[in-house]
């Protein structure tokens, strides 16, 4: 995940991207971030595949002047009822997503490019035809930022109906709604090296969201001793950053083979500041059977400092 993306966006399957990982591997269960001030007044507006046909002359002509009022200021609720027009219509492709809704701010950041995109999302798009949508609610978290949560109806692979939740992000540009994707608002990538003799947190891609940090790094294990994240009780992750400490548990223990790299994912739900470093704990060397070398042992914890050296990112901001 830290170089090829793989699995921070495990989740663009979907149609709209929507949540993100929580922490450990693949394996590992998935965390959804949200926040919340005030509520934009969409609860519970639906949108479906069919049209009426007995609307009168004076409710078309309300709807055009809505329609009008959309163009001219569009909400969270315009943007994605446009999207799923689209969707119905067949007229949406990864393309037009990228053109069309997905904000400058997100494209800025350069930790996804356009062909990325593109190749992860096409060929979700041409599955599960499009039946209705349903906004449940839409967050402002400030002028121009909101979380949007919705149900999309569909048809599944065997004709039945299908509901899918959804979690969008949104920031407002040039008083356009746009996709902010995975709520990431900033993006750093740090590189650094491990030597031969070293089990050490190497490479860390972090990215700042509306709702907390998400951190991607490798544990490259350079040694010819055999390691286990975890023993007894799974293991603690700890992020400081200038405005506090963050921890999460890991739902799983990971073995980490001699001259090997394990790469991982947190989810800091609600951290906020400057991510100043990382600490993994409870690492362990074990045999090759799997048994702790010193039964006493409390394990060892190693520590990634995130030095703006290491930047190699070029992210406009």
């Known amino acids: 995940m830290i170089i090829k993306y793989k699995k921070f966006f495990c989740l663009l399957g979907a149609l709209l991207l929507s949540t993100a990982v929580g922490c450990g591997n693949n394996n590992d269960s998935i965390s959804t971030p949200s926040s919340s001030t005030f509520t934009e007044n969409s609860n519970l507006i639906e949108d479906t595949a069919s049209s009426s046909t007995s609307e009168t002359t004076t409710e078309s002509s309300t709807e055009n002047e809505e329609e009008k009022t959309i163009v001219k200021y569009p909400t969270v609720k315009s943007v994605i009822d446009s999207i799923m027009q689209e969707k119905k219509a067949k007229t949406l492709n990864a393309k037009v997503l990228w053109n069309e809704y997905i904000s400058q701010t997100t494209k800025d950041l350069n930790f996804m490019d356009e062909k990325f995109f593109i190749d992860t999302v096409s060929d979700n798009l041409e599955k599960s035809p499009y039946i209705s949508h349903k906004i449940e609610d839409i967050e402002i978290i400030d002028d121009n930022t909101a979380i949007a949560k919705y149900k999309m109806t569909v048809s599944g692979s065997n004709g039945a109906e299908e509901k899918i939740d959804y979690t969008d992000y949104f920031i407002k540009e ?13 993006f750093d990538n740090y590189i650094s090296k491990s030597e031969p003799d070293e089990i050490k947190a190497t490479n860390a891609r972090v990215y700042t969201c509306i709702s907390g940090i998400q951190v991607d790094f490798t544990i490259s294990n350079k040694t010819q001793k055999n ?7 799974s293991p603690v992750i700890e992020l400081t950053t200038s405005e506090g400490t963050y921890t999460v ?13 394990f790469e991982s994912s947190c989810f800091f739900k609600d951290a906020i500041g400057t991510v100043k470093s990382l600490k993994i704990k409870s690492l362990f060397e074990v045999d090759d059977k799997g048994a702790p070398t010193d039964k006493k042992s409390d394990g060892k914890t190693i520590t990634k400092k995130f030095n703006s050296d290491d930047i190699i990112n070029k992210s406009k901001k």
Request: hydrophobic share 30%; charged share 20%.
């Open 174 to 186: 040039n008083d356009n709604w746009k996709i902010l994707l995975l709520g990431v608002t900033s």
């Open 227 to 233: 390691y286990h994240l975890g023993l007894k009780e």
């Open 249 to 261: 548990t890991y739902n799983n223990m990971y073995n980490i083979p001699k001259s090997s790299d």
